[in-house]
């Protein structure tokens, strides 16, 4: 257990190493004095933060006004705390600004738990409304594409394998191969659970085979890698391997929404070796399943699949030997 100083700052690197580690801590954020105190925990066997805050005698924990985050009551030794956390893994780090932001207002600020925390959610809001580059789960799922991508290198070169690359053309499949399709998808959940976007994203075109990559990532910390990372590491096997391709990498990554300029300070390794099967093999669904006319009016489906129950089947059209991220 460490005592923190009398203000609240965590960095998130801390947070990170213990995470990765899967080890349990706890910070104090408020001073031993305080009149309330602040605890900020990583539980869980270090795959849960949450912030804890000392309830008065008849005091109950206010309400979320956010789907992905509650806040319930616990106990910590035999004082009464209301504790804010949340189970959405791949929001994991912006959920740790939120805390620290909500002790900040507590500890600094002087409010209570309540009006920190309907402050700083109001706050956000109005931040959050403001478009950015690339979101959470497009930020995971490009680090599963640019290991896939280096994976395709391995076997075709890189020119073939940045003319494969179609995720950011907006094309139906991640990635046109030779012989056949692939569609990537990656999770940071403990289950390969996925996003389906559009009846067609995992249906065959052209009577080509279309094969389904499902990866799963964690928390790496010191030993992981960011997004950033990632990207620099291919453009300059690219680069070294044909320049054209490396310029049409670039561009590509552009079009995707990628900048070096937007905070990166989330790192990543495999969770588990890559799930590799042809899509017939998947709980899809497909365009024959529903009723000619309901698709005449249904202009869109997404839906989630959980392919956790699979296994990889044989004749894999990638190498996936020595399968790391970049």
Do not use: C
Not at 96 to 103: M, Q
Not at 174 to 197: C, I, N, Y
Not at 260 to 287: C, G, I, K, S, Y
């Amino acid at each position: 257990m460490t005592d923190a100083p009398v203000y609240p700052e965590l960095p998130w690197s801390t947070v990170e190493h213990y995470l990765g580690e899967r080890q349990a801590a706890s910070y104090r954020l408020s001073a031993p004095t305080a009149e309330r105190a602040v605890w900020y925990e990583i539980g869980d066997g270090g795959q849960e933060i949450s912030l804890q805050v000392e309830l008065d005698r008849h005091q109950q924990p206010p309400r979320s006004s956010l789907p992905a985050v509650t806040i319930d009551q616990v106990r910590r030794g035999g004082t009464r705390m209301a504790r804010i956390h949340t189970t959405q893994v791949a929001l994991m780090r912006d959920f740790h600004d939120l805390l620290i932001a909500v002790a900040d207002r507590i500890v600094t600020g002087e409010r209570d738990l309540g009006q920190a925390f309907e402050e700083t959610v109001h706050a956000w809001g109005r931040l959050l409304d403001q478009p950015r580059g690339l979101g959470v789960e497009r930020r995971i799922g490009l680090h599963g594409e640019l290991a896939m991508l280096r994976a395709v290198a391995r076997s075709h070169g890189w020119a073939q394998a940045v003319e494969a690359w179609t995720g950011p053309r907006a094309e139906q499949h991640d990635f046109g191969l030779p012989d056949s399709d692939l569609e990537v998808k990656t999770t940071a959940s403990d289950r390969r659970r996925h996003t389906v976007h559009g009846i067609h994203q995992l249906t065959e075109s052209s009577g080509r085979p279309l094969w389904f990559a499902s990866l799963q990532l964690t928390r790496g910390g010191l030993g992981g890698r960011s997004l950033g990372e990632s990207v620099a590491s291919v453009l300059r096997d690219a680069r070294a391997a044909h320049r054209i391709a490396s310029m049409r990498l670039e561009s590509a990554l552009a079009a995707d929404g990628w900048s070096e300029n937007e905070p990166d300070d989330e790192r990543w390794t495999l969770r588990t070796a890559p799930l590799v099967v042809p899509a017939e093999q998947l709980p899809r669904l497909t365009e024959s399943m529903i009723p000619l006319s309901v698709r005449e009016h249904v202009s869109s489906i997404d839906y989630r699949m959980d392919v956790t129950h699979l296994s990889s089947a044989p004749g894999s059209p990638v190498d996936l030997t020595d399968f790391r991220l970049p």
